[in-house]
C-alpha cells in the first residue's frame, strides 16, 4: 500500500515543501528566477492531482476545488516567465547593436508586470497550501502501484488523443504550443511511475527524443513570444529606425525555421509514441 511514507506521497510532498518556500521567498523578495521555478512546481502538483483524481475519479471536486485557488499564481507566474523567454530571445538576436528604446520599453514592463505579479502573490490567502496538502495526502492513501500505473497511463493516453495531428497538417503554432505542454504532461506522468518503482511507458530512446524536441520547442517558444512582443513594439512606435525592421526580419527568419524542424521532430516523435 502507497500512504504517508510511500514513494507516491513522498513525491508529492518533496516539490510542494520546494514550491511551498518558493512562495514564502517571493512574498519577501520577488524574483523571476524563484517565480519560473514556482510554476514549474506548481505545474507538477496540478498533474499530481489529476492522476490523483483518475484513481477517485467519482471525487470530482479533487480535480477542481484543490487547485482553483493556485489558478491566479499560475496565470501570474506565466507571465514572468513568458516575458524572461521574450527578453532572452531579444539578447540573442540584438547582438552589439543599442536598441535603447525598446530596451527602455522592457524596463518599463518589467516594473509594472514584477508589480502586478508581487501583488497577485501576497494576496493569495496562505490556508491554500494547507487545504492543497490535505486533500493530497487524504487521496493518496491506500493507494496500489497498479492504481497509479493505470491512471498515469491513462493520463499519457489523453494527452497523445488530444495531440491527434494528421501527418500533411503543418503544425502551426496552437498545435507546436500544445505538443510542448503535452510533452510536459507526459514526462511528469513517467517520472511517477519511475518514482514509485513502476516501468516508464515508453522506451529511453523514446524519452530521449522527447527532451530533444523539448528543447526545440522551448527556442521555439522563446522565440515566438519575443516576435509578438516586438510586433507590439513596433505598431506602438512606427518611428523606429530601419535596424528594428531589420531585427524584426531576423527573428520572423528564424521562428519559420524552428518551426520547420519543430514540425518535422514533432510528426516524428508523435508516430512513435501513438504506434
Sequence with gaps: MLEKGSPLFHLFESQFNEARSFFNVLGKNFKSKKAIELEEKLI??????????????????????????????????????????AVAAFEEVKGAQSFATYEGFLMAEKKAL???????????????????????????????PLMVN??????????????????????????????MEALQVITVGENIKIAVGLN????ADIHQE????????????QTHLFAQHLNYFLSENEQVGSKYLEMAKKVRSKKQRLSAEADSLGKSLLIKLTD
Design 114 to 144: 514584477y508589480k502586478e505579479v508581487y501583488e497577485v502573490m501576497i494576496s493569495s490567502p496562505l490556508d491554500i497550501w494547507e487545504s492543497l496538502y490535505a486533500a493530497a495526502y487524504r487521496f493518496s492513501k491506500k493507494i496500489q
Design 150 to 179: 493505470t491512471a498515469t497511463t491513462q493520463l499519457i493516453s489523453e494527452e497523445l488523443e488530444y495531440l491527434n495531428f494528421k501527418e500533411k497538417d503543418r503544425l502551426d503554432s496552437a498545435a507546436l504550443r500544445d505538443i
Design 44 to 85: 507538477f502538483l496540478n498533474i499530481y492531482l489529476h492522476i490523483l483524481n483518475k484513481i477517485h475519479f467519482r471525487e470530482e471536486r479533487l480535480k477542481f476545488e484543490s487547485f482553483e485557488p493556485f489558478k491566479p499564481i499560475c496565470k501570474a507566474l506565466k507571465r514572468i516567465h513568458h516575458f524572461k523567454l
Design 210 to 221: 522527447m527532451k530533444e524536441l523539448s528543447q526545440l520547442l522551448v527556442q521555439w517558444h
Design 200 to 203: 516508464p511507458l515508453f522506451t
